[in-house]
C-alpha cells in the first residue's frame, strides 16, 4: 500500500525559512519529487531525489532519507509568491523503454501561507 | 517548448454526453499521463502511456477511454459520467531522463 504524509497546512513569514516534511511509507520506491500548484493552477515540478542527502536548487532544497522514509523541502527568503500547496510525491517505476513509464503517487500537499 | 497544452480549459457535460478532453506536447516526450484531482487533493493518476502504447491503467472506470494517436498528442474520451466524476483533469509528459514530468494546465470539468 501507499501513505504519504505531509502537514495539512503551515504558515510562515516573509523573508524566512520554512521546512516542509513528507513521510512516506510505499511499496516500491525509485525516488521522491516535490511540486509547487497554485490554486487553480497546474503542479510545478521543485526538486528531486533518488539517492539520500541534500539537493539545492536556488532558494529550494530537498533532503531524502531512504532508510527513514523521510524527506523535507526547505524554502530559504520566503515570499508572498511562494504561498501555494507543496506536493511530495513518491516515484515508482522503471524506464520508458520497457513500458513502465514514471509512476507519481502524491502526497496530500501541504498549504503554506506566507504572511508580512 | 516546454509546454503542455489542454484543451478545453472548461467543459460541461450531462451524464449521457460523449466528450474528450485532449492533451499536447511538442518536447519529444515519450511517456504521458492521465491524472485527476479533485478538490482540495492531490493528483490522482489514471493512465500513463509509454511510447504510445498503454502501460498503465489505475483501475479507472471504462467511461473513460484514453488514446494516444502519436507522441505528440493524448486524448481521454469520456461516456456516461457520473456527477462524482467532476474534477480537474491534468495531462503530464515525461521523458526518462530528466525524470520530472511536466504538466498541463487541465480541463476543469463538470458533470451535470
Known amino acids: 500500500g501507499q501513505n504519504i504524509d505531509q502537514p495539512t497546512e503551515m504558515t510562515a513569514t516573509e523573508g524566512a525559512i520554512v521546512q516542509i516534511n513528507c513521510t512516506y511509507q510505499?511499496?516500491?520506491?525509485?525516488?521522491l519529487f516535490w511540486y509547487q500548484q497554485h490554486a487553480g493552477e497546474a503542479p510545478t515540478f521543485l526538486s528531486y531525489?533518488?539517492?539520500?542527502g541534500l539537493e539545492e536548487k536556488g532558494r529550494f532544497s530537498s533532503f531524502l532519507s531512504r532508510s527513514k522514509g523521510y524527506s523535507y523541502l526547505l524554502l530559504k527568503e520566503l515570499q508572498m509568491k511562494d504561498s501555494a500547496s507543496y506536493l511530495c510525491a513518491v516515484f515508482r517505476g522503471g524506464s520508458i523503454l520497457t513500458g513502465g513509464g514514471n509512476k507519481l503517487t502524491f502526497g496530500t500537499g501541504t498549504q503554506l501561507k506566507v504572511e508580512l | 517548448d516546454t509546454e503542455v497544452t489542454q484543451t478545453p480549459k472548461h467543459l460541461v457535460m450531462g451524464m449521457t454526453n460523449k466528450k474528450s478532453l485532449k492533451c499536447e506536447q511538442h518536447?519529444?516526450?515519450?511517456?504521458m499521463y492521465w491524472y485527476k484531482q479533485k478538490a482540495k487533493k492531490p493528483p490522482e493518476l489514471m493512465f500513463v502511456?509509454?511510447?504510445?502504447?498503454?502501460?498503465i491503467n489505475e483501475s479507472v472506470p471504462s467511461r473513460f477511454s484514453p488514446e494516444c494517436p502519436n507522441s505528440s498528442l493524448l486524448n481521454l474520451h469520456l461516456h456516461a459520467l457520473q456527477p462524482e466524476d467532476s474534477a480537474l483533469y491534468l495531462c503530464?509528459?515525461?521523458?526518462?531522463?530528466?525524470?520530472?514530468?511536466?504538466f498541463g494546465p487541465g480541463t476543469r470539468l463538470t458533470v451535470t
Open positions: 531525489n533518488v539517492l539520500d
Open positions: 502511456y509509454s511510447y504510445e502504447k498503454l502501460s
Open positions: 518536447m519529444g516526450h515519450r511517456a
Open positions: 503530464a509528459s515525461s521523458q526518462d531522463r530528466p525524470l520530472e514530468q511536466y
Open positions: 510505499t511499496s516500491g520506491f525509485n525516488g
